[in-house]
């Protein structure tokens, strides 16, 4: 089955064929770096790392770029709150957003260019525009003409008519119509500035991506990602001013992932609901992040609530839990048994269709589910281990370390994981480890004392401070309830 892509501009699921056979142009529009990034702009970075993956598994080779925007209002107005220099306060977040990024065990990408890097190629392209009367300078400012452009509004579906009739746009002399938008921006005094023919100024926020794919790929590519808030105007201005430029159809497949929202709120700082990575990474795992992210399809709107991280927890405490199992009776040089390898091998084929449609991620963790729930009715803890029971959990850990590559999940030893995950949840629930270990060792006590009254006492006594306790032949175990 080959892979189908929901291309937000003409509205429908198209089938992938890449501009060059067997090759991939991508590019997603990364953070303006001024301050901590929230969770919310993290949301295209763990998906379109997916969307590298499953091409590259899918046997393509793929040059993934996501930029750095280091030039900006927000750069130059939080420079000036701080009394710092706005390149250095950009360079400071950008090595916060790395420590980020590394946390979430993501792959790197292999470009992440700069707009600071980037000044000749914009300069050189917004000249193009003027050379071709598709743009005009005014008062040191170059603005892009849309009247000039046949074709704007076709990302987004707005017609330019009806944008210029309701537009909330202050009056501004230096445009010819209120829709213009800036592509240099004359500098203001104190202003970081370059040279330009215009005059010292800075570049306008859409013409830097333009710029930047241009030099690295070239006119043209194949995927463009990014937020369903940039369609407009930041990606139906890029198509202006790419095209403008070139004459050339410039993004073959725009894909857009949807927002996050809190409690049916939209995450703002006027609500203050905004939560940085940082923050949320102090109180929790990096795989809950993910698996918040990649179990809705990236087109939904995505909950991100404490009901949502409740939901995280108990999905990847049954997947790694499964893994611990398994962890028990893998023996080295034992092969995967050929039954449970048939029903991975269907469930792969289940993913695989998931996948193809358009990044179907939530079918692709019901799939997965439904290989843990065969897992842990043929394996039990305590079973004595022989080569069958071994053979399961060698297909089984299989199974879920190749999915878990694509997904950038799972890649935890499963053991320190759930410890980790239960001492997480001690923390939130104000319950300390040695706590715990003492009562179930109490327990232990008891009950090869056969005093089963007061061993029921204190499971009960678990169970109210939230924890689940399992009796097997080779002992108790405990853990957080999920």
């Known amino acids: 089955m080959s892979l189908k892509i929901y291309n937000?501009?003409?509205?429908?699921?198209?089938?992938?064929?890449?501009?060059?056979?067997?090759?991939?142009?991508?590019?997603?529009?990364?953070?303006?770096?001024?301050?901590?990034?929230?969770?919310?702009?993290?949301?295209?970075?763990?998906?379109?790392?997916?969307?590298?993956?499953?091409?590259?598994?899918?046997?393509?080779?793929v040059d993934y770029a996501l930029n750095f925007t280091d030039v900006d209002d927000k750069i130059i107005n939080r420079a000036h709150e701080l009394g710092m220099d706005p390149h250095a306060l950009s360079e400071k977040y950008i090595v916060e957003y790395k420590k980020?990024?590394?946390?979430?065990?993501?792959?790197?990408?292999?470009?992440?260019?700069?707009?600071?890097?980037?000044?000749?190629?914009?300069?050189?392209?917004?000249?193009?525009?003027?050379?071709?009367?598709?743009?005009?300078?005014t008062q040191g400012d170059v603005m892009y003409s849309i009247a000039a452009f046949d074709g704007y509004g076709k990302l987004s579906g707005r017609n330019p008519e009806e944008l210029q009739a309701g537009a909330r746009v202050d009056i501004d002399e230096k445009k010819r119509n209120p829709m213009d938008f800036a592509l240099w921006k004359a500098a203001k005094p104190g202003e970081v500035s370059w040279p330009s023919p215009w005059g010292p100024?800075?570049?306008?926020?859409?013409?830097?991506?333009?710029?930047?794919?241009?030099k690295i790929f070239g006119?043209?590519?194949?995927?463009?990602?990014?937020?369903?808030?940039?369609?407009?105007?930041?990606?139906?201005?890029?198509?202006?001013?790419?095209?403008?430029?070139?004459?050339?159809?410039?993004?073959?497949?725009?894909?857009?992932?949807?927002?996050?929202?809190?409690?049916?709120?939209?995450?703002?700082?006027?609500?203050?609901?905004?939560v940085t990575m940082r923050e949320f990474l102090e109180t929790n795992n990096a795989e809950i992040y993910k698996w918040m992210v990649l179990s809705v399809h990236y087109r939904t709107m995505s909950d991100f609530s404490d009901a949502a991280v409740e939901r995280a927890v108990s999905g990847l405490a049954r997947i790694y839990s499964a893994l611990s199992l398994a962890d028990d009776y893998v023996a080295e040089g034992v092969p995967p048994d050929a039954g449970f390898e048939k029903i991975t091998q269907e469930a792969w084929k289940k993913i695989e269709a998931a996948l193809n449609d358009d990044f179907g991620t939530p079918?692709?963790?019901?799939?997965?589910?439904?290989?843990?729930r065969q897992f842990n009715s043929q394996v039990r803890r305590g079973m004595k281990s022989n080569p069958a029971v071994q053979g399961k959990a060698v297909?089984?850990?299989?199974?879920?370390?190749?999915?878990?590559?694509?997904?950038?999940?799972?890649?935890?030893?499963?053991?320190?994981?759930?410890?980790k995950l239960d001492d997480m949840?001690?923390?939130?629930?104000?319950?300390?480890?040695?706590?715990?270990?003492?009562?179930?060792?109490?327990?232990?006590?008891?009950?090869?004392?056969?005093?089963?009254?007061?061993?029921?006492?204190?499971?009960?006594?678990?169970?109210?401070?939230?924890?689940?306790?399992?009796?097997?032949?080779?002992?108790?175990?405990?853990?957080?309830?999920?």
Request: charged share 20%.
């Open 219 to 274: 006119d043209q590519i194949d995927i463009h990602g990014g937020g369903m808030d940039l369609i407009f105007p930041h990606h139906e201005n890029e198509i202006a001013q790419s095209e403008g430029c070139t004459g050339k159809h410039f993004v073959k497949y725009w894909m857009h992932n949807n927002m996050l929202n809190f409690g049916g709120q939209k995450m703002s700082k006027s609500l203050g609901n905004v």
């Open 395 to 419: 297909a089984f850990k299989n199974f879920v370390s190749k999915l878990g590559r694509l997904l950038s999940l799972f890649q935890e030893p499963a053991g320190s994981f759930l410890v």
């Open 100 to 137: 980020d990024f590394a946390s979430l065990g993501l792959r790197p990408h292999d470009h992440n260019p700069k707009v600071t890097e980037h000044m000749d190629g914009i300069v050189d392209m917004v000249k193009a525009l003027v050379d071709k009367n598709i743009a005009y300078e």
């Open 363 to 372: 079918e692709a963790f019901a799939s997965l589910f439904e290989v843990v």
């Open 201 to 214: 100024g800075r570049p306008g926020w859409h013409i830097e991506c333009s710029a930047m794919i241009q």
């Open 425 to 482: 949840l001690l923390t939130k629930m104000n319950v300390k480890r040695a706590e715990v270990d003492a009562l179930v060792a109490e327990r232990t006590q008891v009950r090869e004392a056969k005093d089963f009254a007061k061993s029921d006492e204190l499971r009960a006594k678990l169970t109210g401070m939230g924890i689940s306790v399992s009796d097997t032949p080779t002992g108790s175990f405990w853990e957080v309830t999920k």
């Open 8 to 61: 937000s501009q003409s509205k429908q699921l198209e089938e992938f064929v890449p501009l060059t056979p067997g090759q991939v142009k991508m590019y997603v529009c990364g953070p303006t770096v001024y301050n901590f990034l929230h969770v919310g702009n993290f949301r295209g970075v763990v998906f379109f790392n997916l969307v590298r993956n499953w091409l590259e598994s899918s046997g393509y080779k």
